[in-house]
């Protein structure tokens, strides 16, 4: 299977760059790793739903597909790849992963990421605040961006050029598997543990991911296994 480098295809507006990548696979396959940018989204959807729209220059909205089939952890390792990107964005400055695949600093959320099967391939869409200088009054408290970090303006697509990267190195160092390795550099990255969280209406400490890239929960009876849903953490959101 060829992946990468990656194709690229860059959009000055689109309906969401996930859907996008759905319709050339369900109507001409993939033949190859892609990856695709846009300008302005109108109808981005993050994890459970939500939304997740752009504004032109503010917001890096993209997705990559990889010819290879979805795995247990491979959302961790997405958030790895992207971890990785953004740090040469962020020096200085507190930048960790929230389980599972939110990249946050300086306990803010700065990215999210999703990832999906389709047919025999994975879909990853990402969107990075970049350059937004402020947001709305309901994620002001837990939403950053690169500009308000930095005090710096950047262009959307040096950071998804860097992304593409990222996504090269990752996928080959651990061949999109989430591995022993992979787990342990994860876990060292990794906001939620060692804190207090909330998840499934059980309150208890993250000891850290299993193999499967579940989150593991100590709580007051026992050690419980999280692989999906909402995970509050204390002192973030």
């Not at 946050?104 to 970049?130: S, Y």
């Not at 937004?132 to 690169?146: C, G, N, P, Q, R």
């Not at 000891?207 to 002192?235: P, R, W, Y």
């Amino acid at each position: 299977m060829i992946n990468f480098p990656l194709d690229t295809v860059y959009l000055e507006s689109v309906d969401s760059t996930n859907s996008y990548l759905k319709r050339i696979i369900k109507e001409d396959g993939l033949t190859r790793g892609l990856a695709v940018m846009a300008e302005m989204q109108t109808s981005g959807r993050g994890r459970l739903g939500r939304s997740w729209l752009s504004t032109k220059g503010d917001t890096l909205c993209m997705s990559v597909a990889v010819k290879n089939k979805y795995a247990e952890g491979f959302t961790l390792l997405a958030a790895l790849a992207v971890y990785e990107a953004l740090t040469a964005f962020c020096k200085d400055k507190a930048l960790q992963i929230k389980w599972p695949n939110d990249i946050i600093c300086e306990n803010k959320k700065l990215c999210g990421i999703l990832c999906e099967r389709v047919n025999e391939n994975t879909l990853i869409g990402i969107g990075i605040n970049v350059n937004d200088k402020a947001f709305a009054d309901e994620i002001a408290h837990k939403a950053t961006s690169l500009y308000l970090l930095s005090g710096k303006k950047y262009d959307v697509k040096d950071i998804f050029r860097a992304l593409n990267k990222s996504f090269e190195n990752v996928f080959a160092k651990y061949d999109f598997v989430f591995t022993v390795d992979a787990k342990r550099e994860y876990e060292k990255l990794c906001a939620n543990i060692g804190k207090n969280v909330t998840a499934q209406n059980q309150e208890g400490e993250a000891l850290g991911v299993g193999e499967d890239g579940s989150l593991l929960v100590k709580t007051k009876d026992e050690i419980i296994s999280i692989s999906s849903g909402e995970v509050a953490v204390h002192n973030i959101y």
